[in-house]
């Protein structure tokens, strides 16, 4: 069975410092993995997804297979990136399920 | 404007009580989710549609129940609400093949 692990509940870090959000998988197939974000009052959204590799509000991620990995970053944080993080991988059998990993809280601190 | 609908935003109700969340989407997506998700924790897929006239449990075991009579809605059931049922539930829709979910508000579901 699929498992997403995120470690850290919560990260804090200061306006224009790096920040990387961890995201470790478990999954004897070929993943699909995404990045969803949900800021505050609003409805949870794709931020990305490992097969488009394309940087997103100036977020990238790199599915590393060997690590089973999916570490989101961003050189410099800004406050409006505070929100709720979840990485989520998509199974390659049927359906198009994802398995939600339990979430990172960001808070980018002036 | 093609979106995703969930109503209600917020019920508290008492123990017993049958109840009925609503999701709607106007997207034309044929696949259909419910998740479950506790305050802090991760969302749990609990049921799931490829289109109308199928539903499917998904990973987390939930008394609710789903119909999926039209496409555009998925209607999550409990026939006898218990304390336990108190969550949130997220309902999201997407197009087939390897296409994101788009998610609704959510409903924050209170059982007294």
């Known amino acids: 069975a699929q498992r997403v692990t995120q470690p850290e509940k919560l990260l804090s870090v200061f306006k224009g410092a790096p920040v990387e959000l961890k995201c470790n998988y478990s999954?004897?197939?070929?993943?699909?993995l995404f990045w969803y974000v949900q800021y505050s009052r609003q409805r949870l959204q794709l931020l990305l997804r490992?097969?488009s590799r394309e940087s997103i509000k100036g977020f990238t991620a790199d599915l590393n297979k060997g690590e089973t990995s999916f570490h989101l970053k961003k050189p410099f944080a800004q406050e409006e990136d505070s929100a709720m993080y979840y990485c989520a991988l998509e199974s390659d059998n049927a359906g198009n399920m994802l398995t939600f990993g339990g979430g990172t809280r960001l808070m980018v601190k002036p | 404007e093609a979106d995703i609908y969930q109503t209600p935003r917020y019920l508290v109700i008492g123990t017993g009580k049958k109840i009925t969340l609503e999701c709607s989407q106007t997207m034309g997506h044929d696949k259909m989710y419910w998740y479950q998700q506790d305050p802090g924790m991760e969302l749990h897929l609990i049921h799931y549609?490829?289109?109308?006239?199928?539903?499917e449990k998904g990973d987390l075991s939930s008394e609710s129940t789903v119909s999926r009579i039209r496409t555009e809605h998925f209607p999550l059931t409990l026939e006898s609400a218990r304390p336990s049922h108190t969550s949130q539930y997220l309902c999201?829709?997407?197009?087939?093949?390897?296409?994101?979910?788009?998610f609704g508000d959510g409903t924050r579901l209170s059982i007294l």
């Open positions: 549609s490829y289109g109308v006239n199928s539903t």
């Open positions: 999201a829709s997407s197009e087939w093949g390897n296409q994101p979910q788009h």
């Open positions: 999954y004897s197939g070929s993943p699909e």
């Open positions: 490992h097969i």
